[in-house]
């Protein structure tokens, strides 16, 4: 590999740790993502820093080429992280689905004595988020 | 926690876009069976819904957006168990379920724990041609079987569940296509509880528009066996009550 693409995938991974760690400072990313993003990062370095690791595996797991290795492995990777978001997301919506039962449930019990308010409220959240 | 509804019947109304209709549903429900506590769902509706039937007399739970008939009828079913309610109807917004077999399906609660009021039973002159009449037939025959008691009308949302099916809806009703209809069926047979059905006539639609035509009634079909499929391999588990 020449110097140019060795120094190139080391910055990259070092970029990648980096941004992965400022996001964890200002919490845009949590627990468990966090951590997997962090691994991802520092595995990239690892390699950069060290191809030859790489080929030896590749040697011993009997892949020709080491980058289709690294292809499939990345993407096996993301395909873990896409399901991981998926069950996440059903996870998410079906407590969103929880909380807007009970608030209509908990507005039936407030009663009507700020209903007017209660619609414009309504009306607001559906501007934000139209229903399907 | 409440007990305003022990022992009590509670009418739930899914209702989406039903200003029109809700007020005389409202109505002839009161007059049906007086008794009963009635709790209309508005599921983010555009329109007037809510006030309308609050207006008819109706108790209203208004859902900040929409959920569909599934987390309606939940909403329904979480309430009917806090307050202790012995039985939940489920009658339609539009008007088509006649309130008037109210009391047959409440009845058919005795012996069995949900009771489907059904179209094709032999009572009235509700007909559908072509596509749409033959899935449903398929449905009936398909459904009859998987449920081991004969069920002619498994999509129909006019239904009557007993306290042991409250307890398991409060938990579990799917908000998915047709879920609301089928899957309920499936978790109610993987529960243990009884299914069984009484002959009801159905009204034409006479505001708004039904939400299915009959163009896509095949791959309705299918997507009815997906569902059913998946309602089977899903788990169902009735958490423990622990509440008072
Ligand atoms: N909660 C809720 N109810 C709905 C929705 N769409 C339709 N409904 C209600 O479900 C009932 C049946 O709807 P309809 O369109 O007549 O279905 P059909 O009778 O099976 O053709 C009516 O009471 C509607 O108001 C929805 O998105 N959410
Ligand atoms: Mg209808």
């Not at chain 1, 995938?9 to 951590?35: H, K, Q």
Request: aromatic share 6%; hydrophobic share 45%.
């Amino acid at each position: 590999m020449n110097g140019d693409a060795y120094w190139l995938g080391v910055a990259s991974g070092f970029v990648v740790v980096g941004v992965v760690i400022e996001m964890v400072r200002r919490r845009y990313l949590r627990g468990r993502f966090a951590l997997v993003w962090i691994l991802l990062g520092v595995g990239a370095i690892l390699l950069a820093l060290f191809p030859r690791l790489l080929e030896r595996a590749a040697t011993a797991l009997g892949v020709t080429v080491p980058l289709n290795l690294l292809l499939f492995l990345g993407s096996i990777a993301m395909l873990i992280m896409i399901m991981q978001l998926s069950a996440e997301a059903g996870r998410l919506r079906e407590r969103t689905r929880v909380l807007a039962e009970e608030v209509a449930l908990l507005r039936t019990l407030v009663g009507s004595a700020d209903e007017p308010r209660a619609r414009s409220i309504a009306a607001e959240d559906r501007d934000q988020d139209s229903p399907r | 926690m409440g007990t305003r509804g022990r022992g009590k019947v509670l009418v739930v109304v899914p209702a989406y876009n039903e200003a029109e209709a809700i007020a005389g549903v409202v109505a002839s429900v009161t007059r049906a069976v007086p008794t009963a506590d009635i709790l209309v769902v508005d599921d983010g509706s555009c329109d007037a819904t809510s006030a309308v039937a609050r207006a008819a007399g109706a108790r209203v739970a208004t859902l900040p957006f929409n959920l569909g008939v599934g987390g309606a009828m939940r909403t329904g079913f979480r309430h009917a168990k806090r307050e202790g309610y012995s039985a939940v109807v489920q009658v339609d917004g539009d008007g088509q379920h006649d309130p008037a077999f109210i009391p047959q399906l409440l009845a058919a609660l005795e012996h069995h724990d949900v009771a489907v009021g059904a179209r094709f039973a032999g009572t009235g002159d509700y007909v559908v041609r072509g596509p749409r009449r033959w899935a449903m037939r398929g449905l009936a025959s398909g459904m009859s079987a998987l449920m081991t008691t004969r069920l002619d009308d498994a999509t129909s949302g006019f239904r009557a569940c007993g306290p042991r099916a409250i307890s398991v809806y409060a938990q579990h009703y799917p908000a998915e296509y047709l879920g609301d209809t089928l899957e309920t069926l499936v978790i109610a047979r993987k529960s243990g509880l009884t299914v069984t059905q009484v002959p009801v006539a159905m009204r034409h639609r006479n505001t708004g528009r039904p939400s299915h035509g009959s163009a896509r009634s095949s791959v309705e079909l299918l997507r009815a066996g997906c569902v059913v499929m998946l309602g089977l391999v899903r788990e169902w588990p009735v958490i423990a009550d622990s509440s008072p």
